[in-house]
Protein backbone atom coordinates (compact mmCIF):
# COMPACT_ATOMS: atom_id res chain seq x y z
CA UNK A 1 0.00 0.00 0.00
CA UNK A 2 1.60 3.13 -0.92
CA UNK A 3 1.52 6.00 1.95
CA UNK A 4 0.31 9.09 1.52
CA UNK A 5 2.39 12.16 1.44
CA UNK A 6 0.55 15.71 1.82
CA UNK A 7 4.14 17.04 0.66
CA UNK A 8 6.32 15.46 -2.42
CA UNK A 9 9.97 14.85 -1.36
CA UNK A 10 11.11 16.51 -4.54
CA UNK A 11 8.80 19.82 -3.22
CA UNK A 12 11.03 23.01 -4.23
CA UNK A 13 9.09 26.15 -2.35
CA UNK A 14 11.32 29.42 -2.45
CA UNK A 15 9.97 30.39 1.13
CA UNK A 16 12.49 33.88 1.38
CA UNK A 17 11.70 35.30 -1.92
CA UNK A 18 8.42 36.59 -0.05
CA UNK A 19 10.58 37.12 2.92
CA UNK A 20 10.23 41.05 2.53
CA UNK A 21 6.07 41.23 1.74
CA UNK A 22 5.91 38.85 4.59
CA UNK A 23 8.07 40.71 7.27
CA UNK A 24 5.67 43.91 6.40
CA UNK A 25 2.96 42.10 6.85
CA UNK A 26 3.84 41.10 10.39
CA UNK A 27 5.25 44.05 11.65
CA UNK A 28 2.21 45.52 10.29
CA UNK A 29 -0.07 43.37 12.14
CA UNK A 30 2.34 43.11 15.61
CA UNK A 31 1.41 47.39 15.37
CA UNK A 32 -2.61 46.91 14.56
CA UNK A 33 -2.46 44.11 17.42
CA UNK A 34 -0.64 47.01 20.00
CA UNK A 35 -3.14 49.46 19.06
CA UNK A 36 -6.16 47.25 19.42
CA UNK A 37 -5.24 46.21 22.50
CA UNK A 38 -3.85 49.63 23.65
CA UNK A 39 -7.34 51.66 22.50
CA UNK A 40 -10.01 48.27 23.06
CA UNK A 41 -8.61 46.86 25.77
CA UNK A 42 -8.48 43.33 26.83
CA UNK A 43 -11.85 41.73 28.04
CA UNK A 44 -10.08 40.82 31.56
CA UNK A 45 -11.67 37.60 33.05
CA UNK A 46 -12.99 37.73 36.61
CA UNK A 47 -9.34 36.15 37.43
CA UNK A 48 -7.79 39.55 37.08
CA UNK A 49 -10.47 42.56 38.20
CA UNK A 50 -11.99 40.75 40.43
CA UNK A 51 -15.39 41.04 40.67
CA UNK A 52 -18.80 38.64 40.56
CA UNK A 53 -19.29 36.53 37.06
CA UNK A 54 -22.57 34.44 36.75
CA UNK A 55 -23.14 32.75 33.20
CA UNK A 56 -26.89 32.78 31.78
CA UNK A 57 -28.58 30.85 29.12
CA UNK A 58 -31.61 31.53 27.53
CA UNK A 59 -34.24 28.70 26.36
CA UNK A 60 -35.63 30.62 23.76
CA UNK A 61 -34.36 33.48 21.60
CA UNK A 62 -32.09 36.24 23.66
CA UNK A 63 -32.94 39.55 24.27
CA UNK A 64 -31.30 42.58 23.19
CA UNK A 65 -27.86 43.29 25.09
CA UNK A 66 -29.23 46.98 25.89
CA UNK A 67 -32.56 45.31 27.81
CA UNK A 68 -30.33 42.87 29.75
CA UNK A 69 -28.39 45.65 30.82
CA UNK A 70 -31.06 48.02 31.70
CA UNK A 71 -32.73 44.72 33.88
CA UNK A 72 -29.52 43.60 35.45
CA UNK A 73 -28.51 47.26 36.31
CA UNK A 74 -31.63 47.98 37.65
CA UNK A 75 -30.74 45.12 40.33
CA UNK A 76 -28.58 47.56 42.29
CA UNK A 77 -24.93 45.83 42.19
CA UNK A 78 -23.76 48.81 39.67
CA UNK A 79 -22.52 49.06 35.86
CA UNK A 80 -22.85 45.47 34.29
CA UNK A 81 -20.33 44.16 31.65
CA UNK A 82 -22.00 41.88 29.56
CA UNK A 83 -20.37 39.49 27.05
CA UNK A 84 -21.85 36.73 24.37
CA UNK A 85 -20.39 33.35 26.01
CA UNK A 86 -19.89 30.01 23.92
CA UNK A 87 -23.44 30.37 21.94
CA UNK A 88 -25.53 33.17 20.55
CA UNK A 89 -28.02 32.15 23.44
CA UNK A 90 -25.54 32.13 26.20
CA UNK A 91 -23.79 35.50 27.59
CA UNK A 92 -21.73 36.38 30.58
CA UNK A 93 -22.60 38.94 33.55
CA UNK A 94 -19.88 40.55 35.54
CA UNK A 95 -20.20 43.13 38.16
CA UNK A 96 -17.95 44.69 40.77
CA UNK A 97 -17.59 43.30 44.11
CA UNK A 98 -19.42 45.11 46.98
CA UNK A 99 -17.55 46.68 49.37
CA UNK A 100 -17.22 44.40 52.94
CA UNK A 101 -16.79 41.11 53.79
CA UNK A 102 -16.76 37.72 52.30
CA UNK A 103 -20.38 37.23 53.31
CA UNK A 104 -21.43 40.59 52.13
CA UNK A 105 -19.77 39.28 48.67
CA UNK A 106 -22.03 36.43 48.74
CA UNK A 107 -25.18 37.82 49.47
CA UNK A 108 -24.44 40.52 46.02
CA UNK A 109 -23.98 36.95 43.97
CA UNK A 110 -27.24 36.13 45.49
CA UNK A 111 -29.10 39.31 44.80
CA UNK A 112 -27.87 38.68 41.11
CA UNK A 113 -29.02 36.16 40.38
CA UNK A 114 -32.05 36.25 41.95
CA UNK A 115 -32.83 39.55 39.96
CA UNK A 116 -31.76 38.01 36.78
CA UNK A 117 -34.05 34.76 37.24
CA UNK A 118 -36.88 37.63 37.84
CA UNK A 119 -36.03 39.20 35.55
CA UNK A 120 -35.74 36.80 33.15
CA UNK A 121 -37.95 33.62 33.70
CA UNK A 122 -37.09 31.70 31.02
CA UNK A 123 -32.91 31.97 31.71
CA UNK A 124 -31.18 29.27 33.54
CA UNK A 125 -28.02 30.66 35.57
CA UNK A 126 -24.94 29.05 36.84
CA UNK A 127 -22.81 29.31 40.12
CA UNK A 128 -21.37 32.47 41.05
CA UNK A 129 -18.07 32.97 40.41
CA UNK A 130 -16.33 35.31 42.72
CA UNK A 131 -12.41 37.18 43.16
CA UNK A 132 -11.13 39.52 44.96
CA UNK A 133 -9.20 42.71 43.74
CA UNK A 134 -5.82 41.69 45.82
CA UNK A 135 -6.44 38.11 44.49
CA UNK A 136 -6.86 39.44 40.43
CA UNK A 137 -3.94 41.79 41.02
CA UNK A 138 -1.64 38.91 41.94
CA UNK A 139 -2.65 36.97 38.89
CA UNK A 140 -2.52 39.45 37.01
CA UNK A 141 1.04 39.83 37.72
CA UNK A 142 2.07 36.01 38.01
CA UNK A 143 0.46 35.39 34.51
CA UNK A 144 2.34 38.60 32.52
CA UNK A 145 5.88 37.61 34.54
CA UNK A 146 5.16 33.75 33.30
CA UNK A 147 5.11 34.39 29.78
CA UNK A 148 7.92 37.22 30.07
CA UNK A 149 10.04 34.44 31.94
CA UNK A 150 9.75 31.82 29.35
CA UNK A 151 10.38 33.59 26.08
CA UNK A 152 13.55 35.15 28.10
CA UNK A 153 14.14 31.41 28.78
CA UNK A 154 13.89 30.33 25.27
CA UNK A 155 15.68 32.51 23.95
CA UNK A 156 18.61 32.05 26.38
CA UNK A 157 18.44 28.20 25.09
CA UNK A 158 18.81 29.00 21.72
CA UNK A 159 21.28 31.90 21.81
CA UNK A 160 23.63 28.87 24.00
CA UNK A 161 22.33 25.86 21.63
CA UNK A 162 22.91 27.76 18.16
CA UNK A 163 23.99 30.97 18.07
CA UNK A 164 23.00 34.31 19.54
CA UNK A 165 21.43 35.58 15.87
CA UNK A 166 19.14 32.23 16.44
CA UNK A 167 18.37 33.63 19.90
CA UNK A 168 17.58 36.94 18.22
CA UNK A 169 15.32 35.22 15.53
CA UNK A 170 12.99 33.19 18.13
CA UNK A 171 12.69 35.97 20.04
CA UNK A 172 10.91 38.10 17.53
CA UNK A 173 8.88 35.37 16.28
CA UNK A 174 7.04 34.27 19.98
CA UNK A 175 6.88 37.94 20.26
CA UNK A 176 4.99 38.26 16.96
CA UNK A 177 2.85 35.40 18.10
CA UNK A 178 1.72 36.36 21.41
CA UNK A 179 1.31 40.17 20.52
CA UNK A 180 -0.92 39.13 17.28
CA UNK A 181 -2.79 36.69 19.88
CA UNK A 182 -3.58 39.45 22.05
CA UNK A 183 -5.04 41.77 19.65
CA UNK A 184 -7.32 38.84 18.77
CA UNK A 185 -8.66 39.32 22.20
CA UNK A 186 -8.48 42.91 21.40
CA UNK A 187 -10.57 43.07 18.56
CA UNK A 188 -13.40 39.97 19.74
CA UNK A 189 -13.62 41.29 23.18
CA UNK A 190 -13.69 37.75 24.10
CA UNK A 191 -12.99 37.19 28.12
CA UNK A 192 -9.01 36.62 28.78
CA UNK A 193 -8.80 34.82 31.72
CA UNK A 194 -6.24 32.33 33.26
CA UNK A 195 -7.34 29.84 30.63
CA UNK A 196 -6.27 32.17 27.56
CA UNK A 197 -2.38 32.50 29.64
CA UNK A 198 -2.14 28.65 29.86
CA UNK A 199 -2.97 28.68 25.82
CA UNK A 200 -0.07 31.48 25.12
CA UNK A 201 1.90 29.55 27.44
CA UNK A 202 1.00 26.53 24.61
CA UNK A 203 1.87 28.09 22.01
CA UNK A 204 5.03 29.48 23.17
CA UNK A 205 6.01 26.32 23.47
CA UNK A 206 4.87 25.13 20.12
CA UNK A 207 6.65 27.61 18.29
CA UNK A 208 9.82 27.02 19.82
CA UNK A 209 9.67 23.04 19.31
CA UNK A 210 8.64 23.80 15.72
CA UNK A 211 11.34 26.51 15.47
CA UNK A 212 14.00 24.59 16.61
CA UNK A 213 13.06 21.87 14.29
CA UNK A 214 14.25 24.29 11.29
CA UNK A 215 17.09 25.80 12.96
CA UNK A 216 18.68 22.59 13.54
CA UNK A 217 18.64 21.48 10.04
CA UNK A 218 19.82 25.05 9.02
CA UNK A 219 22.69 24.30 11.17
CA UNK A 220 23.26 20.98 9.39
CA UNK A 221 23.05 22.99 6.04
CA UNK A 222 25.10 25.23 6.83
CA UNK A 223 28.14 22.96 7.93
CA UNK A 224 27.21 20.37 4.81
CA UNK A 225 27.16 23.10 2.09
CA UNK A 226 29.72 25.06 2.99
CA UNK A 227 30.17 27.67 -0.59
CA UNK A 228 26.10 27.69 -0.69
CA UNK A 229 24.43 31.03 -0.53
CA UNK A 230 22.46 31.60 2.40
CA UNK A 231 19.11 32.17 1.15
CA UNK A 232 18.99 28.77 -1.20
CA UNK A 233 20.26 27.19 2.38
CA UNK A 234 17.35 28.12 4.00
CA UNK A 235 14.81 27.49 1.34
CA UNK A 236 16.35 23.85 1.53
CA UNK A 237 16.29 23.43 5.14
CA UNK A 238 12.56 24.45 5.06
CA UNK A 239 11.64 22.06 2.17
CA UNK A 240 13.47 20.05 4.11
CA UNK A 241 11.27 20.19 7.42
CA UNK A 242 8.49 21.20 5.38
CA UNK A 243 6.66 17.90 5.68
CA UNK A 244 7.01 17.22 9.48
CA UNK A 245 5.91 20.76 9.72
CA UNK A 246 2.90 20.19 7.93
CA UNK A 247 1.82 16.42 9.41
CA UNK A 248 1.93 18.35 12.89
CA UNK A 249 0.26 21.52 12.33
CA UNK A 250 -2.56 20.38 10.39
CA UNK A 251 -2.93 17.26 12.93
CA UNK A 252 -3.52 19.90 15.87
CA UNK A 253 -5.34 21.84 13.34
CA UNK A 254 -7.84 19.26 13.14
CA UNK A 255 -8.24 18.49 16.20
CA UNK A 256 -8.44 21.97 17.73
CA UNK A 257 -11.21 22.45 15.01
CA UNK A 258 -13.36 19.47 16.30
CA UNK A 259 -12.68 21.05 19.83
CA UNK A 260 -13.74 24.53 18.86
CA UNK A 261 -16.76 23.32 16.93
CA UNK A 262 -17.70 20.42 19.41
CA UNK A 263 -16.32 21.20 22.61
CA UNK A 264 -17.27 22.61 26.04
CA UNK A 265 -18.13 26.10 25.89
CA UNK A 266 -16.07 26.64 28.96
CA UNK A 267 -13.09 26.20 26.89
CA UNK A 268 -13.94 28.35 24.18
CA UNK A 269 -11.52 31.14 24.45
CA UNK A 270 -8.83 28.34 24.94
CA UNK A 271 -9.59 26.30 22.27
CA UNK A 272 -9.77 30.10 19.83
CA UNK A 273 -6.74 30.77 20.98
CA UNK A 274 -4.50 28.00 20.74
CA UNK A 275 -6.31 27.11 16.88
CA UNK A 276 -4.82 30.90 16.00
CA UNK A 277 -1.40 30.39 17.60
CA UNK A 278 -0.65 26.75 16.20
CA UNK A 279 -1.06 28.58 12.74
CA UNK A 280 0.28 32.17 13.41
CA UNK A 281 3.13 30.10 14.84
CA UNK A 282 4.00 28.02 12.17
CA UNK A 283 3.78 30.83 10.11
CA UNK A 284 6.51 32.60 12.22
CA UNK A 285 8.71 29.43 11.97
CA UNK A 286 9.07 29.83 7.96
CA UNK A 287 8.94 33.90 7.54
CA UNK A 288 9.93 35.46 10.77
CA UNK A 289 12.98 33.33 12.03
CA UNK A 290 14.56 32.02 9.52
CA UNK A 291 14.54 35.69 7.29
CA UNK A 292 15.65 37.05 10.48
CA UNK A 293 18.91 35.12 10.14
CA UNK A 294 19.64 36.47 6.66
CA UNK A 295 19.66 40.05 8.33
CA UNK A 296 21.54 39.55 10.42
CA UNK A 297 24.35 37.88 8.57
CA UNK A 298 24.66 34.07 9.46
CA UNK A 299 26.39 32.21 6.91
CA UNK A 300 28.65 29.10 6.46
CA UNK A 301 31.17 30.85 8.56
CA UNK A 302 28.70 30.99 11.24
CA UNK A 303 30.13 27.49 12.18
CA UNK A 304 33.87 26.90 10.78
CA UNK A 305 36.26 26.60 13.76
CA UNK A 306 37.79 29.59 15.13
CA UNK A 307 41.64 28.92 15.04
CA UNK A 308 43.90 31.96 17.11
CA UNK A 309 47.63 31.56 17.86
CA UNK A 310 49.37 29.98 20.59
CA UNK A 311 51.81 31.17 23.05
CA UNK A 312 54.74 28.96 21.51
CA UNK A 313 53.46 30.25 17.77
CA UNK A 314 51.41 27.05 17.10
CA UNK A 315 47.36 27.37 17.09
CA UNK A 316 44.96 26.77 18.71
CA UNK A 317 41.03 25.95 17.55
CA UNK A 318 38.31 26.15 19.57
CA UNK A 319 35.27 24.46 18.24
CA UNK A 320 31.92 26.65 18.25
CA UNK A 321 29.67 23.54 18.13
CA UNK A 322 30.08 21.54 21.20
CA UNK A 323 32.74 24.38 22.94
CA UNK A 324 35.59 21.98 22.92
CA UNK A 325 38.92 23.57 22.72
CA UNK A 326 41.80 21.76 20.70
Same mark, same amino acid.
Given at each position: ???????????????????????????? &?????? #???????????? *????????????? %??????????????????????? %???????????????????????????????????????????????????? #???????????????????????????????????????????????? $?????? %?? %??????????????????? *?????? *????????????????????? &???????????????????????????????????????????? $????????????????? #??????????????????????? *??????
Amino acid at each position: MRLLKLVPDDTNIQFLKWRHIAMAISVI &SIIASL #VLVGVRGLNLGV *DFVGGQSVRVEFA %QAMPPIDEIREKVGAIGLGEATI %QQFGSDSAISIRTALPEGDKAAAERAGQQLVAGIEAAFPNAETGSVETVSGK #VSEELLQTGALSLILAMIGISIYIWIRFEWQFGVGALFALFHDVTITF $GFFALT %QM %QFDLNIVAALLTIIGYSLN *DTIVVF *DRIRENLKKYRKMEIVPLLDL &SLNETLARTVMTSLSMLIALGMLLVFGPDVIFGFTAAMLLGIFV $GTYSSMYMSAPILVWLK #VGPHSFVPRTTAGMDGGERVERK *DDGAVV
